[in-house]
């Protein structure tokens, strides 16, 4: 796999991953981190856990990248890893996933959540281990218009996830266990830019949280 450090792209190989993976009790993936600062944010959180954050694009997260690698005692992250790859093509080496994130997904991997598309969501669980829970939460104004990524879906609600979109996601081997709007404090929480920004523009800021289990 391919791990951003800064500026710099590195290959990770198998053994190197797992000899990483081996030395923390769990691993959480961030699929499309973006900046990467809820990477590092969920990596301070829980120090005995490994946290990946995965997206298509490296530029955006190379800051958050170079920042996990110095000392600790300057704000480095040891246990944060940032990984270039897009998530219809999620590298071999991810395995033992213990909990997966993706918050404000945008771009094809919006698409891919909301549509929903089944080989995504499989090949995600291929990657887990059994039982791992999940949360996605949704930036509902990519609705209100809707943007050409959402696929001419309609805004998900509590009642429509839990219906329609919890069939299909069963069908990939993931079980929705609650959908909820998410308040103001529960938003800020998520330690995101993207929720910064978009909160910044509007005088309300509309976020649907899926929560469940893979496996």
């Keep these: 796999m391919r791990q951003v450090v800064g500026k710099t792209t590195f290959d990770l190989d198998a053994a190197a991953f797992a ?6 009790a769990g691993l959480v993936l961030d699929l499309g981190t973006g900046d990467g600062k809820h990477v590092l944010t969920e990596a ?14 490296p530029d955006a997260m190379r800051r958050a990248a170079a920042r996990a690698t110095v000392r600790p005692d300057r704000g480095g992250v040891p246990n944060a890893l940032f990984v270039w790859a897009s998530v219809e093509r ?5 395995t033992g996933v213990t909990e997966v ?3 404000m997904p945008w771009g094809s991997l919006l698409r891919a959540l909301v549509t929903p598309e089944r ?11 059994p039982g791992a829970p999940f949360l996605l939460t949704l930036n509902l104004h990519a609705w209100r218009p809707p943007v050409p990524e959402v696929g001419g879906t309609s805004e998900p609600t509590p ?9 299909a996601y069963r069908r990939a081997g993931w079980t929705v266990e609650s959908a909820g709007y998410l308040d103001d404090a529960q938003i800020a929480d998520l330690g995101t830019s993207w929720t ?20």
């Design 101 to 103: 994130h993706s918050l």
């Design 44 to 57: 301070r959180r829980r120090p005995d856990t490994l946290v990946v954050g995965l997206d298509a694009g």
């Design 196 to 215: 910064k920004r978009l909160g910044s523009t509007r005088s309300s800021l509309s976020v649907l949280a899926l929560r469940g289990r893979i496996g």
């Design 119 to 129: 080989a995504v969501l499989a090949a995600v669980a291929a990657a887990c281990q």
């Design 90 to 94: 999620l590298p071999a080496e991810l």
């Design 19 to 24: 000899a990483l993976r081996a030395g923390h």
């Design 159 to 167: 009642s429509s996830v839990e219906g329609s979109l919890a069939f």
